[in-house]
Nanobody
């Protein structure tokens, strides 16, 4: 019943910027940790950045200093500001959220369908 929808992907030249958004909807009591991941064909899923409900962030070394993760709890929305894009950033980016749908239920991870980011040189 919980749905995560990513948006903001597209085609950019190296050095450009994109802002990805992830909006959670459905039956949601609370959202705990959230994160952005990326995956390319033939490779394992890679953690890009995470953010806790309190706003504590963590970044992969490859994006540190270029990407910024943030969230607006009232809007159930998470963002990834991507600056100084490089061709190696090309991937499908996925949103993940740890969600408690009711006060009496356990927390469960939910994933979005992904948004394509392509960076040309």
């Amino acid at each position: 019943q919980v749905q995560l929808v990513e948006s903001g992907g597209g085609l950019k030249q190296a050095g450009g910027s994109l802002r990805l958004s992830c909006v959670a909807s459905g039956s949601i009591f609370s959202i705990n940790d959230m994160g952005w991941y990326r995956q390319t064909p033939g490779k394992q899923r890679e953690l890009v950045a995470t953010i806790s409900s309190a706003g504590i962030t963590n970044y992969a070394d490859s994006v540190k200093g270029r990407f910024t993760i943030s969230r607006e709890n009232a809007k159930k929305t998470m963002y990834l500001q991507m600056n100084s894009l490089k061709p190696e950033d090309t991937s499908v980016y996925y949103c993940k959220a740890n969600v408690q749908v009711r006060s009496w239920t356990v927390r469960v991870d939910y994933w979005g369908q992904g948004t394509q980011v392509t960076v040309s040189s």
